[in-house]
């Protein structure tokens, strides 16, 4: 909740220490408006509700009209979950002093409680209106309503506001990264971020969301600078660290990587994503017994850790250990039955293994839950064209084809297995549809159905569109 961020002007512990001696020993102690404002943020700030309402009421004993002082007390209201009647309070000071900012950043504050955003950036407008200068926790507010209410562009335009009084406003650049991933600006976050470092250079929160957009570009050398300037300016950086080490390990620089990922561990010992990517390093690197030895601590760690379940499958079966490793598949998948990728491998393990129906029943649910993943559409119905029922392959490819009428390899495909089944003219019209999206991959055809290298029928077809090209 916004509020209670007053700045202490002399020692709050002595300040405490006479107000709590006072009620204590039953006395009356004079204390200055600002005083109270003082006693009343400490113990809002620790979440001590009871004194926070002790000094509330002694403040008002003493001073009930002060504005400042209702202020606090709608706002512990509001969080006490009595927004009605700290709104009720708000309104009969206006009255009062009705230019205040506070009373419409107080009210902002309770409407945003109430998940009321337009009520709320109206009152934070409003108290801008009042108070232009020194704006900049406003401007954040304003940034947070409009991120509640998906209004990311409207949201990065406050946030620059915000940035613009104070650069040193880390929240808001985080914020803003948040924004402009939602939004899918890379370009634009990318020269944000390169701005904001030339003013100012020792951000390091810059750095490091310059550092992520670059990776998101694909920009993965200057991703790896961006964040070894991050860590220049905090070496104790854990994400930094561990961004970095992702970096590393997509341009296959896996023993670098693990040397990055392990900076991250002293940092965060018992993190299990660490030791999971290390452990997929080492299996990269083709060290199974490292790579397994992290999986393991990854699930010691974390048990409920199903990508370092996986990870042991997939080594156990590169291992020649199937027989281990289903196992290890099985409890990924018992802990996220959604997963569509863990159903895919386990389709490829159960046909691995021979057990069409299994790999069959892996693969449908692969198609429901995402049917969006292009390979699988070939793997569903290589197995059933294969083994079960030819059309129905047909039929299933043609379903991928709907949702991919211009995926190559499924037409290329699809013009195999009718050719196969004897429908030369339809096969034609599939052929001619790949030929026509992607030449190259015809020789996917080929690998799929060596003996259509000898068809005369595909090879004319294939040479008529090579002139073309």
């Known amino acids: 909740m916004y509020g209670f961020n007053d700045d202490n002007q002399e020692d709050i512990g002595a300040l405490i220490a006479r107000f ?67 709104l009720r309070i708000l309104d009969r000071i206006q009255n009062i002093d009705p230019g205040n900012p506070e009373i419409y950043i107080a009210r902002g504050a309770i409407y945003s409680q109430m998940a009321l955003s337009e009520q709320a950036i109206e009152n934070f407008k409003i108290a801008i209106s009042y108070q232009p200068e020194d704006v900049e926790d406003v401007y954040f507010f304003i940034a947070f309503e409009y991120i509640n209410t998906n209004r990311y562009s409207d949201a990065v335009r406050y946030l620059k506001k915000c940035l613009s009084i104070n650069p040193d406003q880390e929240n808001a650049l985080y914020e803003l990264s948040f924004c402009y991933d ?22 390091q929160a810059a750095w490091f969301n310059l550092g992520v957009f670059y990776s998101k ?92 379940w996986m990870g042991i499958g997939l080594v156990l079966d590169m291992q020649n250990r199937l027989t281990e490793g289903i196992h290890y598949i099985k409890k990924a998948l018992e802990l996220e039955p959604e997963n569509a990728d863990f159903w895919y491998i386990f389709g490829d393990i159960q046909y691995k293994l021979g057990f069409i129906e299994e790999a069959l029943e892996a693969y449908k649910k692969v198609v429901t839950l995402d049917p969006t993943n292009e390979t699988v559409w ?28 211009t995926n190559a390899e499924l037409l290329y495909r699809m013009g195999g297995y009718l050719l196969l089944m004897g429908q030369k003219h339809d096969a034609v019209e599939f052929l001619q549809q790949a030929l026509e999206l992607n030449y190259e991959k015809h020789n996917e055809l080929f690998e799929y159905l060596p003996l259509l290298k000898d068809n005369n029928t595909v090879l004319e077809l294939i040479q008529s569109y090579k002139k073309n090209k």
């Open 378 to 405: 070939l793997d569903y119905s290589n197995i059933l064209f294969e083994c079960v029922d030819k059309v129905e392959a047909i039929k299933i490819l043609a379903d991928g084809i709907k949702i991919y009428p």
């Open 20 to 86: 709590e001696k006072s009620i204590r020993d039953g006395i009356s102690i004079y204390f200055e408006e600002e005083q109270y404002e003082e006693i009343i943020s400490e113990f809002f700030l620790k979440n001590d509700f009871y004194k926070t309402s002790l000094a509330v009421e002694k403040g008002l004993e003493q001073y009930p009209n002060s504005v400042n002082l209702n202020i606090k007390k709608a706002q512990l209201l509001a969080a006490k979950s009595n927004t009605s009647q700290a």
């Open 217 to 308: 570009a694909d920009l993965l050398e200057k991703a790896i600078d961006a964040y070894d300037y991050a860590l220049a300016i905090d070496e104790d950086f854990t994400t930094a660290y561990f961004n970095k080490a992702n970096a590393l390990a997509s341009l296959y620089k896996y023993k670098e990587a693990i040397e990055c990922y392990n900076e991250a561990l002293k940092l965060e010992p018992q993190d299990p994503a660490i030791y999971y990517y290390i452990g997929e390093c080492y299996e990269k690197l083709e060290d199974f017994d490292k790579a397994l030895a992290n999986y393991n601590k990854s699930i010691k760690i974390s048990p409920d850790f199903a990508d370092a």
């Open 182 to 203: 939602i939004l899918g600006a890379t370009e634009e976050a990318i020269q944000f971020f390169t701005d904001f470092i030339e003013e100012t250079p020792y951000s």
